[in-house]
């Protein structure tokens, strides 16, 4: 039934013409795209080139182990260090000077140590208690510079030398650092009860000068302004979590094993049920969608005459527990109105689609009969999985490798404020034959970064950069791969006269040899297109971090417009690109023949492309709805042990919202992963659904290779051979 419309067909490409040698996806085809194939091998034994070269210049040991002012890794095994893990600054306070910032380093001695000091002291209190008990000096000295044994030695020239730190403060480690306590009492900041300290200079100094000079430290090696009791905070709640992971592991697995096989028979039931299925789904939501409306009103309407519950979100600010937020009657408000805004729009959908859903149903059955003829096709994501472990695992290695490829760099540390040799670069080895000691007293040649002055250190950023777009590109190519070899595979499926007689032997196998021996390079450029534009997104994604505190409105204006930009032009494109796999597994031409045909054919059939094609997708994101929130639900009466059978076997938790999020978010992935080799069917046999309405006329001659359904919600038969004819007659008589 051909589309009215304005527009004459030959705008959008001539239909295709009957071919009567065609029977499925061609097996007589050449290689396309060989110049992109070529510089797609090439980058990638470039990209190996890259891990090399990074692998012989890095050392995650700098990333993974701190650094002292001598060069000498904190914690590492084999070195006199290894039971010393964590770094301690002799003088903290000296970190709050803004150019730590600017010079990457903290003017102080640094010492490897294997615990932070737990109470406050001074070196000169240490002298003066030393005659009356040693003991002090066997505390103080473990936070001294290795070999020195001098306690009698004079302040002034202990501090000269950097022989000793002046001061101690209580701490604990934190990012393999020596960090103060901070508690916060009754609103007042204080480390180990106390609100001011002794410097060991004869001054007496407050604990916000700790606070400030941790928040220097804690900005020079995270490269964030956040505050040192925020990320103190942060790890508690991060060890808590990993302790709920640990606890509550196992059960999540059982999970993510339910929705896999719950996703597996929701799929072979669609071949025999798809409409009751479909319909189920689709009440089945709206009813749970209900459920959720009355109970968030419930919950809203007991909690607002109680007190302290009508406190807005805002007052509370951010909480740890997220049970404080329950407790809140705006909360369940909103719960309630975004719900029925979901509802809503889900009937209004249904009331306008509801005669395109019959034809999306059919479209289903026969993807299901598509997927249970060809069931290997279930288990293709195991190896697309595969090989995107592998990319990121190559990927992260060598971001890590470069990061780490810098040679250490010393500066002349002074504790002078007027020595003009401060902050330049200088050889631990030479230094005490140069004449900076003796214009600087007490100066010293420490390890301030990891950088380098070669042409390889320079362009370590751009490289980086290379890193990404590769790492982007092979990701990209695994995928379109996937989607290739999958639309090969169902398209021998449609094309099949007589199915399953006529469906070819190992139809996934042969369409992965197809995809991967002849159109490698239409598949590196399509992925190179896609790769692209989601590099120039991760971008401007950094630069908007980089601007968030800019006040600038227009080119924060311009930033948005170009996001919103780039971002639709990645969903085109992936649109296309899917489609034009589509094409190249059926004809084998190169990528753009191929998108130009795919694009030309969806423009002829834009109506059927926007009403099934959508209408499709949206009753498969149903079924994930309703898959992953039917084990959301049971995860949540699991691990807020309201299932009387099994209350004992639940672990102790510290937030049951980590478990019952990871549930849900995995059981979700496992449903797409499932679901997305299913719309890939239905994308492919829409596609050939199309090219059969335009190729054939359901005559002897060209008979029309859809499904019975199809044929009759479409009017459409065929009409069979004189022969054919006779022996029905014949054998209805008998």
Same mark, same amino acid.
């Given at each position: 039934?051909?589309?009215?419309?304005?527009?004459?067909?030959?705008?959008?490409?001539?239909?295709?013409?009957?071919?009567?040698?065609?029977?499925?996806?061609?097996?007589?085809?050449?290689?396309?795209?060989?110049?992109?194939?070529?510089?797609?091998?090439?980058?990638?034994?470039?990209?190996?080139?890259?891990?090399?070269?990074?692998?012989?210049?890095?050392?995650?040991?700098?990333?993974?182990?701190?650094?002292?002012?001598?060069?000498?890794?904190?914690?590492?095994?084999?070195?006199?260090?290894?039971?010393?893990?964590?770094?301690?600054?002799?003088?903290?306070?000296?970190?709050?000077?803004?150019?730590?910032?600017?010079?990457?380093?903290?003017?102080?001695?640094?010492?490897?140590?294997?615990?932070?000091?737990?109470?406050?002291?001074?070196?000169?209190?240490?002298?003066?208690?030393?005659?009356?008990?040693?003991?002090?000096?066997?505390?103080?000295?473990?936070?001294?510079?290795?070999?020195?044994?001098?306690?009698?030695?004079?302040?002034?020239?202990?501090?000269?030398?950097?022989?000793?730190?002046?001061?101690?403060?209580?701490?604990?480690?934190?990012?393999?650092?020596?960090?103060?306590?901070?508690?916060?009492?009754?609103?007042?900041?204080?480390?180990?009860?106390?609100?001011?300290?002794?410097?060991?200079?004869?001054?007496?100094?407050?604990?916000?000068?700790?606070?400030?000079?941790?928040?220097?430290?804690?900005?020079?090696?995270?490269?964030?302004?956040?505050?040192?009791?925020?990320?103190?905070?942060?790890?508690?709640?991060?060890?808590?979590?990993?302790?709920?992971?640990?606890?509550?592991?196992?059960?999540?697995?059982?999970?993510? +094993? &339910?929705?896999? /096989? #719950?996703?597996?028979?929701? $799929?072979? *039931?669609? =071949?025999?049920?798809?409409?009751?299925?479909?319909?189920?789904?689709?009440?089945?939501?709206?009813?749970?969608?209900?459920?959720?409306?009355?109970?968030?009103?419930?919950?809203?309407?007991?909690?607002?005459?109680?007190?302290?519950?009508?406190?807005?979100?805002?007052?509370?600010?951010?909480?740890?527990?997220?049970?404080?937020?329950?407790?809140?009657?705006?909360?369940?408000?909103?719960?309630?109105?975004?719900?029925? +805004? &979901?509802?809503? /729009? #889900?009937?209004?959908?249904? $009331?306008? *689609?509801? =005669?395109?859903?019959?034809?999306?149903?059919?479209?289903?059955?026969?993807?299901?009969?598509?997927?249970?003829?060809?069931?290997?096709?279930?288990?293709?994501?195991?190896?697309?999985?595969?090989?995107?472990?592998?990319?990121?695992?190559?990927?992260?290695?060598?971001?890590?490798?470069?990061?780490?490829?810098?040679?250490?760099?010393?500066?002349?540390?002074?504790?002078?404020?007027?020595?003009?040799?401060?902050?330049?670069?200088?050889?631990?080895?030479?230094?005490?034959?140069?004449?900076?000691?003796?214009?600087?007293?007490?100066?010293?040649?420490?390890?301030?970064?990891?950088?380098?002055?070669?042409?390889?250190?320079?362009?370590?950023?751009?490289?980086?950069?290379?890193?990404?777009?590769?790492?982007?590109?092979?990701?990209?190519?695994?995928?379109?791969?996937?989607?290739?070899?999958?639309?090969?595979?169902?398209?021998?499926?449609?094309?099949?006269?007589?199915?399953?007689?006529?469906?070819?032997?190992?139809?996934?196998?042969?369409?992965?040899?197809?995809?991967?021996?002849?159109?490698?390079?239409?598949?590196?450029?399509?992925?190179?297109?896609?790769?692209?534009?989601?590099?120039?997104?991760?971008?401007?994604?950094?630069?908007?971090?980089?601007?968030?505190?800019?006040?600038?409105?227009?080119?924060?204006?311009?930033?948005?417009?170009?996001?919103?930009?780039?971002?639709?032009?990645?969903?085109?494109?992936?649109?296309?690109?899917?489609?034009?796999?589509?094409?190249?597994?059926?004809?084998?031409?190169?990528?753009?023949?191929?998108?130009?045909?795919?694009?030309?054919?969806?423009?002829?059939?834009?109506?059927?492309?926007?009403?099934?094609?959508?209408?499709?997708?949206?009753?498969?994101?149903?079924?994930?709805?309703?898959?992953?929130?039917?084990?959301?639900?049971?995860?949540?009466?699991?691990?807020?042990?309201?299932?009387?059978?099994?209350?004992?076997?639940?672990?102790?938790?510290?937030?049951?919202?980590?478990?019952?999020?990871?549930?849900?978010?995995?059981?979700?992935?496992?449903?797409?992963?499932?679901?997305?080799?299913?719309?890939?069917?239905?994308?492919?046999?829409?596609?050939?659904?199309?090219?059969?309405?335009?190729?054939?006329?359901?005559?002897?001659?060209?008979?029309?290779?859809?499904?019975?359904?199809?044929?009759?919600?479409?009017?459409?038969?065929?009409?069979?051979?004189?022969?054919?004819?006779?022996?029905?007659?014949?054998?209805?008589?008998?």
């Amino acid at each position: 039934m051909a589309r009215k419309s304005a527009v004459p067909p030959s705008y959008y490409g001539e239909p295709h013409k009957f071919d009567p040698t065609f029977r499925g996806p061609v097996h007589k085809r050449g290689c396309t795209d060989v110049l992109c194939c070529v510089i797609f091998v090439i980058v990638i034994l470039g990209y190996i080139a890259l891990g090399a070269v990074a692998w012989m210049h890095g050392d995650p040991r700098k990333v993974v182990y701190p650094t002292d002012s001598y060069g000498q890794f904190c914690g590492q095994q084999g070195t006199p260090n290894a039971n010393k893990a964590i770094l301690f600054y002799f003088n903290i306070l000296h970190c709050a000077n803004p150019a730590v910032l600017i010079n990457l380093q903290c003017p102080t001695t640094q010492l490897c140590v294997s615990k932070c000091p737990d109470r406050f002291a001074t070196y000169l209190d240490m002298q003066y208690n030393y005659s009356r008990n040693r003991s002090y000096w066997e505390y103080y000295r473990q936070f001294c510079k290795p070999g020195f044994d001098n306690p009698k030695k004079s302040v002034a020239q202990v501090l000269r030398d950097e022989d000793c730190p002046s001061m101690l403060v209580p701490s604990r480690p934190f990012l393999q650092r020596c960090f103060p306590d901070f508690i916060t009492r009754n609103g007042t900041l204080t480390v180990a009860n106390k609100t001011d300290f002794k410097d060991g200079l004869g001054k007496t100094r407050s604990v916000v000068d700790l606070r400030d000079a941790a928040n220097g430290v804690t900005a020079m090696q995270q490269g964030t302004k956040s505050g040192i009791a925020s990320l103190l905070d942060a790890k508690e709640v991060g060890t808590k979590i990993f302790e709920d992971y640990a606890s509550s592991w196992y059960w999540i697995l059982i999970g993510l +094993v &339910i929705t896999m /096989v #719950i996703s597996l028979l929701f $799929i072979l *039931l669609l =071949r025999f049920t798809a409409g009751v299925l479909l319909w189920c789904v689709i009440f089945g939501v709206i009813a749970a969608v209900g459920y959720g409306i009355w109970h968030c009103y419930w919950e809203y309407v007991t909690l607002r005459g109680k007190p302290n519950a009508d406190v807005t979100i805002s007052d509370i600010g951010f909480q740890t527990d997220f049970r404080v937020y329950l407790q809140l009657s705006q909360t369940w408000l909103i719960f309630m109105i975004s719900l029925a +805004v &979901i509802e809503a /729009v #889900i009937i209004m959908m249904l $009331i306008f *689609l509801r =005669r395109r859903v019959r034809i999306a149903i059919a479209l289903l059955k026969e993807g299901s009969k598509a997927v249970s003829y060809i069931m290997s096709t279930l288990f293709y994501p195991i190896i697309t999985f595969l090989l995107l472990a592998l990319c990121i695992a190559y990927w992260a290695v060598t971001a890590i490798f470069l990061a780490s490829s810098g040679d250490a760099v010393y500066k002349v540390m002074s504790t002078q404020p007027n020595c003009k040799y401060t902050n330049i670069t200088c050889n631990p080895e030479t230094f005490s034959q140069s004449n900076v000691s003796r214009v600087c007293p007490g100066s010293q040649c420490t390890f301030a970064f990891y950088g380098g002055e070669s042409v390889y250190h320079r362009y370590i950023f751009v490289l980086q950069l290379c890193n990404l777009l590769v790492f982007l590109w092979l990701v990209n190519f695994v995928i379109a791969l996937g989607q290739c070899t999958l639309a090969g595979a169902f398209a021998s499926y449609y094309w099949a006269l007589k199915k399953p007689a006529d469906i070819p032997a190992c139809p996934l196998a042969a369409s992965f040899g197809r995809a991967l021996r002849y159109h490698t390079g239409s598949l590196a450029f399509g992925a190179l297109i896609l790769s692209i534009v989601q590099f120039f997104r991760i971008v401007l994604e950094y630069v908007d971090h980089k601007l968030k505190g800019a006040h600038n409105a227009f080119a924060r204006f311009l930033l948005c417009c170009m996001k919103c930009c780039f971002w639709c032009l990645e969903r085109f494109i992936k649109f296309m690109n899917r489609n034009a796999y589509i094409m190249i597994a059926i004809y084998g031409k190169n990528f753009c023949a191929s998108a130009r045909d795919a694009f030309f054919l969806l423009m002829r059939n834009v109506v059927r492309v926007a009403v099934l094609d959508k209408v499709t997708d949206f009753l498969l994101f149903l079924g994930k709805l309703l898959i992953s929130g039917s084990v959301g639900v049971l995860a949540f009466f699991f691990f807020t042990r309201k299932i009387p059978v099994i209350q004992e076997d639940v672990p102790s938790l510290n937030y049951y919202w980590v478990p019952l999020l990871t549930v849900i978010f995995g059981s979700y992935l496992v449903a797409h992963g499932f679901f997305n080799v299913y719309a890939m069917c239905v994308d492919t046999l829409f596609l050939c659904f199309l090219l059969d309405l335009e190729k054939n006329d359901g005559s002897a001659a060209r008979p029309y290779f859809m499904s019975s359904t199809l044929r009759a919600i479409l009017n459409k038969k065929n009409h069979r051979r004189a022969p054919e004819r006779k022996r029905a007659r014949a054998g209805r008589r008998k």
